[in-house]
Every structure is written in structure tokens, then in C-alpha cells.
């Protein structure tokens, strides 16, 4: 059996996901107002999603169908 490698960034949005859902359900932890959770999350899933969705590589020329306008 192969190993591959770890995918960290799904292992930390599991995380996060993990430890707000353990905030919700404990009812919050001392003095964290739980009306900024909501807009919290969202920012952190709009990082998230930036991060995920920049481009690995830039397109070079020498790559097919790079630049091919027809």
C-alpha cells in the first residue's frame, strides 16, 4: 500500500470547521461575542477561497494551446 501525500489545506478547513462547531455547541467561551462568528467565518472562507483558486503555474508559451487564437 501507497502512501500519498497529506492534503493541508483540506486538514485545516476540517479543523476550523471542527473547532467553531465545538464553540457553537458549547454555547461560546467567556467573553467572545458570538454575533462576530458569522462575519468571521465568512471571511476566513473568502481567504480560503482565494487561496485555493490562484493559479499553480502561469501559462507559457511553449505549453499547447497557450496563446492559439484560432
Known amino acids: ?9 483540506s486538514l485545516l ?3 476550523v470547521t471542527l473547532g467553531l462547531g ?4 458549547s454555547g461560546g467561551v467567556g467573553d467572545l ?3 462576530w462568528v458569522g462575519p468571521a467565518v465568512a471571511i ?3 481567504a480560503l477561497i482565494l ?3 490562484r ?7 511553449k505549453m499547447p494551446g497557450a496563446g492559439d487564437q484560432g
Open 1 to 9: 500500500m501507497t502512501s500519498h501525500p497529506a492534503d493541508l489545506l
Open 22 to 25: 465545538l464553540l457553537l455547541l
Open 51 to 53: 487561496v485555493a483558486a
Open 44 to 46: 476566513g472562507l473568502g
Open 33 to 35: 461575542p458570538m454575533e
Open 13 to 15: 478547513a476540517g479543523l
Open 55 to 61: 493559479p499553480t503555474r502561469e501559462a507559457s508559451d
